[in-house]
């Protein structure tokens, strides 16, 4: 067993923070924005005197790509939307003339790619990968008491991501200043050595920088609760004795470190998320020059080769998913309650874990995770040297790869929520003689880092008698292997395993088609995919292939599906995707790819979003939420039928019915006769009535649990599209500009049952101190904008994503109109920020 006392960062921004506020300011709005090359010489777009008053103006974060226009030309597998391509970002600010004694910093969470930063013409920094958060030092260039002028250049290369990347400067951007004695970038690890019931040592390692002269330090630690919102509450709970440097030199770091007794902890974990914050403060010549808080949790992990995740002592069966970072119809732009719905949506599925696929997420996500209480798995590449696409990361690693994975470690290594650093997915060094000695290069920076925590990596391949990269990282995580998990094991029985990427079964929400097959391969048709969750590529299987897996082989820690939500861009099965013959080391295998890779190229496709997703593109349930939510949260009651019971072509045809749910044991009434009681068995995952005789009506299933009655689910025959409803996710918002409410539309008939396969064109208006910004319905197919106020509902639902207007308060009335059918309306209530 390898034991990880663990504790971590949860900060905001996930990283130190500043006491004071004016120290660290959000640095997003007002900028100046042009797609494209200004007229000029090379690099015209940081001249300070260019007249930028023409250019857009916009606050960040910002995607130019979702913005669009949709092209049938462009590919699907990156979204059939504009994200490549050159672009500037100009902001003009004045200085304070106190900054002349201050060191100025701009820190960018994500800049989507190959950023170039300039402060009054000067070139002062940039970064290339577009996942890295990266500080540049303005100091030397700033013009302290006048104007200054900051420009950012973005060129994000084509053919450089296999699904929707965004472009520009889609993440966060602070302004950050400090007294040249400070704390420095990300200079704060706070780790817990010894855990105990009664005691927990709290050690904090702090890295001190001197950009002045020499000059003496004192250095102090206080730790105190956080509340569930991340606020302090109460006195200091445990105090370093004072740490005295008698002098740090001018243009130095110094690092040292702190110990501290934290009586009586409270563990994080998903169950119950409680944090600390360790709060530096330094001081030089008698004065306080940097406060620092560092948010942590206090626990233990371990991965036991023989069962698993233990925390705090505890075997936790991880019940997991991948996800991308795209929010769907606000593209790959930061939104933090829209980040905050999707997990609120899997937690309520029974979601306890989140792979970051395939790379940094943004730090607001794991300040989330922390808070919420999700388990993460951080992931860095998707490539290695040897790339899958012609311009991405294989370009970079020679020369980023290192810096790339200290900044993502250093910058997230103190958020309890992580459990596990990824150094990559599917890569294709796997098939490479020496490549398990890049694997052991790349796990040994990150040990360099934080030894708090093990690495893993997802492997697709499996080579007979493995090739070393099992011996490299300390966790294997097998993408779609679910029967290799016996052999490996057998053959490695020391070494712990999960299943990094698991299913991609596909499906279209609402789309039902006949005659129903469990061959996975079935189920396609008009560039949709049935729901019947039977659907999947040669690569993948339904869930319960790997539901069996797990159950067969209990040593396996659990699993992450692909994918928790719909995603931009890779829309398999009927994805041109020119990496599939790459993931094949089989000559023969490779040439099918290959064979179908060329069928597919001849076929205008017009999807633009992922199949693979439990939750549609639009944040709606799937059949498939349901199944897994009756496997994760076993203690639920709770019933799920499928499909719909509006069939008025099926009549008196053999229509199948399946249930997922909870209970051991199932009656089906069909007008409220019985077609039979089914029990569960010890792989049964759902249960199937496949000869039901359609007939309009009431389709309802009663389960029993143990002998006695647990939940029910009905199914109706509706009549004709008559009334638009409304719901909103949150009715009371915060009117700053950020805040989102998600309004649903559903097509129902004159008696309220929905209308399952209606697709009404639904118009949206927004009155009062708020706006429309997207609106979708989750059809992987719809290439109407995600900006247009007009919608046509798919299989019965349409969504309309409302912001509120920052500094405004009020009533926000949503309307949604459509012709022939009855309109609604809902109230919003936008408060002031206290």
Known sequence: ????????????????????????????????????????????????????????????????????????????????????????????????????????????????????????????????????????????????????????????????????????????????????????????????????????????????????????????TAIYALDAAGRRTGPALAQSSPSALTKVG????????????????KFWSPAKPQRYVAVTTVSGEGKVTDEVETPFGVRTVAFEAGRGLILNGEHVPIQGVCMHHDLGALGAALNVRALERQLEILRDMGVNAIRTTHNPPAPEMLELADRMGFLIVEEAFDAWRLGKKKNDYGRLYDEWHEKDLRAMVKRDRNHPSIIMWSIGNEIREQGEPEGWKMAAHLADIVRSEDRTRLTTAGFNHVVSGYNGFQTAVDVVGFNYKPWEYPTFHKSAPHIPVIGSETASTVSSRGEYFFPVSDDKSKGLANFQVSSYDLSAPRWASAPELEFKGLDDNPFVAGEFVWTGFDYLGEPTPY?????????????????????????????????????????????????????????????????????????????????????????DEAELFLNGKSLGRKQRGARDYRLRWDDVVYQPGALKAVVYKQGKPWAEDTVQTAGKAARLALTADRSALQADGKDLSFVTVAITDKEGRPVPRSSNAVRFTVSGPGELVATDNGDATSLVSFQSPERAAFNGLALAIVRTRAGQAGAITVTASSDGLAGAKVTLNSKAQP
Do not use: C
């Open 250 to 265: 001018a243009g130095r770091q110094i690092l040292l470190a702190q110990s501290l007794q934290l009586a009586q902890p």
């Open 575 to 663: 994805n041109a995707d020119s990496t599939n013959a790459l993931n094949f080391t089989d000559p023969a295998a490779r040439a099918r790819a290959e064979k179908e890779l060329a069928e597919l190229s001849k076929v205008k496709v017009p999807s633009r979003s992922s199949y693979f997703g439990i939750v549609d593109l639009a944040g709606f349930k799937k059949d498939r939420y349901y199944l897994y939510q009756a496997r994760w949260r076993p203690e639920l009651p709770m019933a799920h039928l499928l499909p719909h019971w509006n069939w008025p072509e099926r009549v008196g045809q053999v229509t199948p019915v399946h249930l997922y749910t909870s209970g």
């Open 1 to 220: 067993m390898r034991l990880i006392p663990h504790l971590l960062l949860a900060a905001g921004v996930g990283m130190s923070v500043s006491a004071h506020a004016a120290d660290r300011v959000s640095f997003n709005a007002d900028w100046r924005f042009m797609k494209g090359e200004p007229a000029g010489a090379a690099g015209a777009g940081a001249a300070p005197g260019l007249d930028d008053k023409a250019w857009r103006k916009l606050d960040l974060p910002h995607d130019f790509g979702i913005e669009g226009p949709f092209k049938q030309e462009y590919e699907g597998e990156t979204g059939k939307l504009p994200w490549w391509g050159v672009a500037w970002y100009r902001k003009t600010f004045t200085a304070p003339a106190g900054d002349a004694v201050r060191q100025v910093y701009l820190d960018i969470d994500g800049a989507m790619s190959h950023a170039t930063v300039w402060l009054n013409g000067e070139q002062v920094g940039g970064w290339p990968y577009g996942y890295s958060s990266f500080r540049v030092d303005l100091s030397k260039h700033l013009k302290p008491g006048a104007e200054n002028v900051l420009a950012v250049r973005i060129d994000n290369p084509p053919d450089s991501s296999r699904w929707y990347p965004g472009g520009g400067i889609y993440r966060n951007v602070w302004l950050v200043k400090a007294a040249p004695l400070h704390v420095a970038h990300n200079g704060t690890f706070v780790t817990t050595p010894i855990v105990k019931a009664g005691e927990a040592t709290v050690d904090v390692q702090v890295t001190l920088e001197n950009s002045g002269g020499a000059t003496a330090a004192q250095v102090s």
